[in-house]
């Protein structure tokens, strides 16, 4: 056996690159209206948080993707801040990330845009 290869076998092996966990206590999920052609999205209201002209939502989509979604209503551009994926019914796995500001130009997006921002 060559031990030089062995370093190499984590390689191979199929690991989550998530560095952070997120333990949902009583989550209250609700469907976005609107978004149901393009893949039902759920948006949990327990998280969402309003700082001025921006909300900030955690979203999960039909493939049950996890994203935290910062969107700003008044320009009408939102970013993602953070994926991940469900380790559990109410445990997240997930990374910060940094996507730069988008207009919601989707009908899927649109809908989620309007959803939140109709929030008071």
């Given at each position: 056996m060559?031990?030089?290869?062995l370093?190499?076998?984590?390689?191979?092996?199929?690991?989550?690159?998530?560095?952070?966990r997120l333990?949902?206590?009583?989550p209250t999920?609700?469907?976005?209206?609107?978004?149901?052609?393009?893949?039902?999205?759920?948006?949990?209201?327990?998280?969402?948080?309003r700082s001025?002209?921006?909300v900030?939502y955690?979203?999960v989509?039909?493939?049950?993707?996890?994203?935290?979604?910062?969107?700003?209503?008044?320009?009408?551009?939102f970013?993602t801040?953070?994926?991940?994926?469900?380790?559990?019914?109410?445990?997240i796995?997930y990374?910060?990330?940094?996507?730069?500001?988008?207009?919601?130009e989707?009908?899927?997006h649109?809908?989620?845009?309007?959803?939140?921002?109709?929030?008071?």
């Amino acid at each position: 056996m060559n031990l030089r290869a062995l370093p190499l076998l984590g390689l191979l092996i199929a690991m989550p690159a998530y560095a952070e966990r997120l333990d949902l206590k009583n989550p209250t999920w609700k469907e976005v209206p609107g978004t149901q052609f393009d893949g039902t999205a759920y948006v949990e209201m327990n998280s969402i948080r309003r700082s001025g002209r921006k909300v900030t939502y955690d979203v999960v989509n039909s493939e049950a993707a996890y994203s935290r979604v910062e969107m700003d209503c008044q320009r009408q551009q939102f970013r993602t801040v953070r994926v991940g994926y469900f380790e559990t019914r109410s445990r997240i796995n997930y990374k910060p990330i940094n996507d730069p500001w988008l207009k919601p130009e989707t009908a899927y997006h649109k809908a989620l845009a309007a959803f939140v921002c109709s929030l008071k």
